[in-house]
Nanobody
């Protein structure tokens, strides 16, 4: 399984970004999660989506601002980030869950794709 995150950039407070995660077909029956890591902080859960897209979960810090979706035909997962805040600044990673439902714990995800930097200025 290989995953690649893309779509990061530098934006201002209140702007939107859409991150993309491309993965190989061998992850098509796995949940996919997004995590982020800011400098000096531990990696934290952002959102996850089940294998069929029916079940999603979000960190409290992004609820109501972020959404997650999945295109099974294209093996893509998207993280739509709206109303971005400076505290959203981090490297964002996507990863395949060991299960079809997903979880909030990073140890339940492998492998991890390369991250994409999101910087939100005030």
């Amino acid at each position: 399984v290989q995953l690649q995150a893309s779509g990061g950039g530098m934006v201002q407070t209140g702007d939107s970004l859409r991150l993309s995660c491309a993965f190989t077909t061998t992850a098509s029956s796995n949940a996919v999660g997004w995590f982020r890591q800011a400098p000096g902080k531990e990696r934290e859960f952002v959102a996850t989506i089940s294998w069929n897209g029916d079940i999603t979960s979000f960190a409290d810090s992004v609820k109501g601002r972020f959404s997650i979706s999945r295109d099974r035909a294209e093996n893509m997962v998207y993280l739509q980030m709206n109303k971005l805040k400076p505290e959203d600044t981090a490297v964002y990673y996507c990863a395949a869950s060991v299960s079809s439902i997903g979880s909030t714990e990073p140890q339940n995800y492998r492998p991890w794709g390369q991250g994409t930097q999101v910087t939100v200025s005030s």
